[in-house]
């Protein structure tokens, strides 16, 4: 019977387990999501520096009108409360811009977890096509996108594996009849000359 730190243990295996496994092809998913993080990054520091510097002008101009109306000290109170509230917005920008990078980083690598899969599973598949294990092909996962290459695929994999059963009969056929052996051996080699000259 688990109990109750053993089955913690086993979810948080687990969600470590997904979040390596979103990571499938790192040559095709890495360079979609470090680009589009540093390109949001790009954009959210110009937007980000441009917010900044309006609030610090901004701030700028109603200090010089308040230092002409306040004496000294209490002018420089009120630019201790201006710069804390420029600090302010400049550390909520950079908070918004981390998650909104963290977040789109994230997206993106479910989103092309979704592409990378069905291609690691095309090129396991079409190794398998290769070295004529017609059985070990496997369907996409559900959620998978291009779905109707996997169905594509696998109709491909079952005409060839037919074709295969029906030429191993034909051959077999041939072994049991000396007569009709090179009848049937032609017709095998001019089936296959025709799908190779295609």
């Not at 979103?22 to 390109?39: M, T």
């Amino acid at each position: 019977m688990d109990t109750l730190e053993t089955g913690r243990a086993r979810q948080h295996a687990g969600s470590q387990r997904k979040l390596r496994n979103l990571l499938i092809d790192a040559r095709f998913q890495g360079p979609w999501v470090f680009g589009v993080s540093v390109l949001t990054l790009a954009i959210f520091f110009t937007l980000g520096a441009i917010i900044v510097r309006q609030d610090q002008t901004a701030s700028s101009a109603v200090l010089e009108g308040l230092a002409a109306i306040y004496d000294p000290e209490q002018a420089a109170l009120l630019s201790g409360l201006f710069l804390e509230a420029d600090r302010s917005v400049l550390w909520a920008l950079v908070g918004v811009g981390s998650g909104l990078v963290l977040a789109l980083a994230a997206s993106l690598l479910v989103l092309t977890h979704r592409v990378a899969g069905p291609m690691v599973a095309v090129r396991y598949n079409l190794a398998r096509v290769r070295d004529g294990r017609f059985n070990a092909v496997r369907p996409f996962r559900r959620g998978d996108a291009f779905r109707e290459v996997s169905d594509d695929l696998l109709a491909m994999t079952s005409a060839l594996r037919a074709r295969e059963e029906a030429e191993l009969n034909a051959l077999l056929q041939a072994k049991g009849t000396p007569d009709d052996a090179q009848r049937i051996l032609d017709g095998l080699i001019a089936e296959k000359q025709a799908r190779i000259d295609g």
